[in-house]
């Protein structure tokens, strides 16, 4: 099983649209949770944390299932800016303090006008 | 945000030669950089991580002889691809963290094309 999955996409969605991704992650001791876009040919960028209690950031809210080892975006009012490839990332410990994340592929996402 | 850069951009080399890509965390100190490669439709791969003044801690799978990673101060690591393949293609994208557990700023990344 991999460490990160995501839906696989892509998605095409219209403008307006709410748009919602799902990721499950292996690792039960993993700590932090996020979702980074990332354009076409451009490194990734974050876009939010995940808290267990969900967290919202204007259009984007982001939920967290522990127990399920779930975490999932939600998009609403989608525009075309936000078309890009969603990534699911998770960040544990990689021995000592050190930490890493590990990068689900990504959903492709593209809002058409 | 902290800005990270990476240079060159894009690279294309042929088969056999090396090939040296630099990070550089341009506004802050980065005790420790990380080295990800990524491949078409794919994610990012984590491939190394380097503290500043100590060897490179590389993922399984990974050929340490391949690619060397050097990190000689707090604001400068280096990837150099040894003889360099055709399955060596992809993007690169090296990250700087300031302190242990904090956020990780990535580069922009280096396309390399190996001919």
């Known amino acids: 099983r991999k460490e990160v999955e995501q839906d696989p996409g892509p998605f095409n969605v219209p403008e307006g649209a709410t748009v919602a991704f799902n990721c499950t992650y292996s690792?039960?001791?993993?700590?932090?949770f996020f979702w980074y876009r990332q354009d076409c040919r451009k490194e990734p960028k974050l876009l939010m944390s995940v808290y267990s209690s969900g967290n919202e950031d204007g259009r984007f809210t982001a939920q967290l299932n522990r127990a399920s080892q779930y975490i999932s975006l939600l998009i609403r009012d989608s525009k075309l800016s936000d078309s890009a490839t969603y990534l699911c990332?998770?960040?544990?410990?990689?021995?000592?303090?050190?930490?890493?994340?590990?990068f689900g592929k990504g959903t492709l996402l593209t809002v058409n006008p | 945000g902290a800005v990270v850069s990476q240079h060159p951009s894009r690279v294309i080399c042929k088969s056999g030669t090396s090939v040296k890509i630099e990070c550089r965390s341009l506004d802050f100190q980065a005790t420790t950089m990380f080295w990800y490669r990524q491949f078409p439709k794919q994610s990012l791969m984590l491939m190394a991580t380097?503290?500043?003044?100590?060897?490179?801690?590389?993922e399984q799978g990974v050929e340490k002889d391949k690619f060397l990673i050097n990190h000689a101060s707090l604001t400068l690591s280096t990837l150099t691809v040894t003889s360099a393949h055709p399955e060596d293609s992809s993007f690169y994208i090296c990250?700087?963290?300031?302190?242990?557990?904090?956020?990780?700023?990535f580069g922009p990344g280096t396309r390399l094309t190996v001919t």
């Open positions: 990250s700087a963290r300031r302190t242990m557990g904090g956020e990780q700023y």
């Open positions: 380097s503290n500043e003044g100590s060897k490179a801690t590389y």
């Open positions: 990332v998770v960040k544990s410990t990689s021995g000592g303090s050190n930490y890493k994340l590990t």
């Open positions: 690792n039960s001791a993993s700590q932090s």
